[in-house]
């Protein structure tokens, strides 16, 4: 349990639980042969690469936390005239301040992940998938572990959970069908994740961080890679009204978590106007590509899949820019 002040965004003892009402169907498999044989050796090399954190990671380096652990260029703010006119002190508090918030984000995006994936064990219909999704359940739960731990050792504790990623990890949580369990978690969650961690690990200056980074990668490429491979064919045996639904809850969950990103909890820890802090990180020219390059995982997957509609490309040009990365590698 986490103890800090509200003003800081981060978790009291007050509300340290949270109970959501979920409704889904607990599945029996009676097919205990290994049919799907890439789900399979994606199970046997889970198996392989297991990690444990607590050991593998050099926890005894010393972080300073105001040094420039990632380049200044990725605080939103960066370029802009908030930036310009900021004190070296205030400089040097945004560096932590905004460090503290995104791997706060990250590490509660993985419990949503660990909750999620729990949920696939339970309701999805393939013996296989289960297999491959009892791991991912530990590997979310070490993920927590790491970056938790890196939060409250290395940079004083965490933030609360951004509204917008609560938002969109309630929905996958509380919705019914597990295709849908599949397609929030492990396509749009987790393939922006892949995306955020292998940008942070090119550019980290901090050697403990680089180390959580590249093991936690390892982790999240077979995560994706199970979303398409569980998920293939299967939209395309949907309904047009089913496969649309689909379609919207992609693009919902799309600017969810591009609307995630504008850190508005650091600008009111910063004692800057949240509303126009905000404004200028969403029409920031590097925030707006970096955003956008987040989606490069995303946006391969879903057309793999399937669901890349007239109706969402439309949306994914318009609405989010994005549809660029439509001819880039799909994950599996």
Known sequence: MYEGTTNAGTTTEANAVEYLSTTFNTTYSWTY?????????????????????????????????????????????????????ATQRERLKLRRESLRWLLSNFMHGEQGALLATAQIVD?????????YGA???????????????????KLGGPYAI?????QLLDQI???????????GMQILVEGLAMAAFGFM????????????????????SRHVAFGVIALDDFFRTLSDKERREREEFVFEGCRLMRDRLL???????????????????LHSPVMIEFRKMLFSKVVPNVKRLGLLSPWLRERFEQDLDILKFEHEEPSA
Not at 53 to 74: F, I, N, R
Not at 263 to 281: K, Q, S
């Open 33 to 85: 042969e290994m049919v799907r044989l890439e789900l399979h050796k994606l199970y046997e090399k889970a198996k392989r690469d297991q990690w444990d954190g607590a050991t593998l990671l050099p926890w005894h380096l010393d972080v300073d936390p105001e040094a420039e652990l990632l380049p200044d260029m990725q605080i939103p703010v960066y370029g802009t005239h908030l930036w310009d006119r």
């Open 123 to 131: 309701c999805t219909p393939s013996m296989e998938a289960k297999f």
């Open 135 to 153: 791991t991912q359940v530990m590997d979310e739960a070490r993920h927590v572990e790491v970056f938790a731990r890196y939060l409250t050792e």
């Open 162 to 166: 951004s509204p917008h990623l609560k």
């Open 173 to 183: 949580l509380t919705d019914s069908r597990w295709d849908v369990k599949y397609l």
């Open 201 to 220: 690990h090119k550019t980290c200056n901090e050697p403990l961080l680089t180390d959580l980074l590249h093991n936690v990668i390892r982790d999240e």
């Open 263 to 281: 850190a508005e909890e650091v600008w009111r820890e910063m004692g800057w106007p949240v509303d126009e802090t905000r404004d200028i990180v």
